[in-house]
């Protein structure tokens, strides 16, 4: 079991940066794969980011112009998510999941970023 919080969501203009960080209960360098999804309002929440057990790292096609990077402290038992040049587009909560190497699967509670226009 893995409890994850996230944090570093809130307000910004247009053009504008935030680095999301989740914190894991316990140590994250047994976890197979951990990322960053988003869920807009009335959309299915997608992949932004994924980061694996040795740190490689993931994006779909979706994220455009690699606007966005995750890196991960093992040290900390932490991933983050920088993103730069935000768009309202990218309004959404950002959810932090971790998955097992047994495959189960956690998530956070989530944390709101708004891009204002």
């Known amino acids: 079991q893995v409890h994850l919080v996230e944090s570093g969501g809130g307000l910004v203009q247009t053009g504008g940066s935030l680095k999301l960080s989740c914190a894991a209960s316990?140590?994250?360098?047994?976890?197979?794969?951990m990322g960053w999804y988003r869920q807009a309002p009335g959309k299915q929440r997608e992949l932004v980011a994924s980061?694996?057990?040795?740190?490689?790292?993931?994006y779909p096609d979706s994220v455009k112009g690699r606007r966005f990077t995750i890196s991960r402290d093992n040290a900390k038992n932490t991933i983050f998510l920088q993103m730069n040049n935000l768009n309202p587009e990218d309004t959404a909560v950002y959810y932090c999941?971790?998955?097992?190497?047994?495959?189960?699967?956690?998530w956070g509670q989530g944390t709101q970023v708004t891009v204002s226009s």
């Open positions: 999941n971790a998955r097992s190497q047994g495959a189960d699967t956690y």
């Open positions: 316990r140590s994250i360098l047994n976890l197979s794969t």
């Open positions: 980061i694996t057990r040795y740190g490689v790292p993931g």
